[in-house]
């Protein structure tokens, strides 16, 4: 994932989440860079995003977690 990447995502959410009542996060599996992405949108959204983190379901990819925070955090 790249920083390019975060902001297309922090663009798109902040674009549609005053639209929409759930924005969907997954990748291929599903299971560590979507966990992360949505962890990281939680977060920056003011909202709990321990049940991810708490999962044994998921794995957060700690980077793209970084990286979708930062781009929340830094425009």
Not at 28 to 36: F, N, Q, V
Not at 47 to 68: A, E, G, H, V
């Amino acid at each position: 994932m790249t920083d390019e990447d975060a902001v297309k995502i922090r663009d798109f959410v902040l674009k549609w989440k005053d639209k929409v009542d759930t924005i969907w996060v997954h990748c291929d599996a599903g299971i560590s860079r979507s966990a992360g992405v949505a962890a990281g949108i939680l977060e920056a959204l003011g909202k709990d995003n321990s049940y991810i983190f708490d999962s044994k379901m998921y794995f957060p990819n700690l980077l793209c977690y970084r990286k979708t925070l930062n781009a929340f955090t830094n425009q």
